[in-house]
């Protein structure tokens, strides 16, 4: 059982930025694909942002290419979003989850493990 908890979130105004951060309890934390979904008020949740289990690889999607960057440190079980300049459109509740299985980086229904989610929400 893998533990996901996610902080950073809070305030930001357009044009700011955020890190997110998602600290795992496993100790075999770098065996998992990573990936951040975010749920807007009234919209159904939505892929974010991926990153393979052994780095070197991360994926986007496209209204977060250029401004938000993920990355692991598995030394110390965490994984990143920083989030640059920040839009209204990207308030949310922002997830972290973990997956075992290979690709299928952009579906839910992949992720075994997920976090409660930190809110994130951007003043125009």
């Known amino acids: 059982q893998v533990q996901l908890v996610e902080s950073g979130g809070g305030l930001a105004q357009a044009g700011g930025s955020l890190r997110l951060s998602c600290a795992a309890s496993?100790?075999?934390?770098?065996?998992?694909?990573i990936g951040w979904f975010r749920q807007a008020p009234g919209k159904a949740r939505e892929f974010v942002a991926a990153?393979?289990?052994?780095?070197?690889?991360?994926y986007y999607v496209d209204s977060v290419k250029g401004r938000f960057f993920i990355s692991r440190d598995n030394a110390k079980n965490t994984v990143y979003l920083q989030m640059n300049s920040l839009k209204p459109e990207d308030t949310a509740i922002y997830y972290c989850?973990?997956?075992?299985?290979?690709?299928?980086?952009?579906?839910?229904?992949?992720?075994?493990?997920w976090g409660q989610g930190t809110q994130v929400i951007v003043s125009s």
């Open positions: 990153t393979r289990r052994g780095g070197g690889f991360t």
């Open positions: 989850a973990a997956k075992s299985g290979s690709f299928r980086y952009i579906e839910e229904k992949a992720y075994d493990y």
């Open positions: 496993e100790h075999t934390f770098s065996n998992y694909d």
